[in-house]
T-cell receptor
Framework: EAGVTQSPTHLIKTRGQQATLRCSPISGHTSVYWYQQALGLGLQFLLWYDEGEERNRGNFPPRFSGRQFPNYSSELNVNALELEDSALYLC????????????FGPGTRLTVT | GENVEQHPSTLSVQEGDSAVIKCTYSDSASNYFPWYKQELGKRPQLIIDIRSNVGEKKDQRIAVTLNKTAKHFSLHITETQPEDSAVYFCAAGNDYKLSFGAGTTVTVRA
């Protein structure tokens, strides 16, 4: 069984630009979660998508947005990038109702200069 | 919202000794408490979890305890080995949202 995949592995942007990160969940999983892992701050919950809908979002500004496609893959968009957006962005997937467990992808390292 | 505090932030133990990491949470509605291990440069992986109707769970050298009244839960690693060196995250929440602690960097000294 293939795990959660994310692309790109690394992304370098300049302040003010937009970044797009992608995530493919485990086959059969309908929920996708996005987390920001900044150095020393643990994992901060960003967004939860399930069955194509945004179900919940964390305490982040509206310039963090995303969507989930009919095949359950997901995209995270960060507009008007700021230096403090530099972090590892992790995607996780699960099948709500079957198990609480979230399976993580390898992450996308976003660097804003 | 849920707030999870994790202590200590770093932990150094001698190989063979035990390691204990403690977490507290704020939302009494939380009913799911997983622990994730993240090795350097790798993705977090679930190592053990516990639900609110269980007070203790053990899996080989790893155990987790939960005290719902006090709103705290702990991870216990016995007979530590070098491969236990990693960052450990606790989390609290429910089936759709987890709040994570800041992590504990565990170093096992040979």
């Amino acid at each position: 069984e293939a795990g959660v995949t994310q692309s790109p592995t690394h992304l370098i942007k300049t302040r003010g630009q937009q970044a797009t990160l992608r995530c493919s969940p485990i086959s059969g999983h309908t929920s996708v979660y996005w987390y920001q892992q900044a150095l020393g701050l643990g994992l901060q919950f960003l967004l939860w998508y399930d069955e194509g809908e945004e179900r919940n979002r964390g305490n982040f500004p509206p310039r963090f947005s995303g969507r989930q496609f009919p095949n359950y893959s997901s995209e995270l968009n960060v507009n008007a990038l700021e230096l403090e957006d530099s972090a590892l962005y992790l995607c996780a997937s699960s099948f709500v109702g079957l198990s609480y467990e979230q399976y993580f992808g390898p992450g996308t390292r976003l660097t804003v200069t | 919202g849920e707030n999870v505090e994790q202590h200590p932030s770093t932990l150094s133990v001698q190989e063979g000794d035990s390691a204990v990491i403690k977490c507290t949470y704020s939302d009494s509605a939380s009913n799911y408490f997983p622990w994730y291990k993240q090795e350097l440069g790798k993705r977090p992986q679930l190592i053990i979890d516990i639900r609110s109707n269980v007070g203790e769970k053990k899996d080989q050298r790893i155990a987790v305890t939960l005290n719902k009244t006090a709103k705290h839960f702990s991870l216990h690693i016995t007979e530590t080995q070098p491969e236990d060196s990693a960052v450990y995250f606790c989390a609290a929440g429910n089936d759709y949202k987890l709040s994570f602690g800041a992590g504990t960097t565990v170093t096992v000294r040979a």
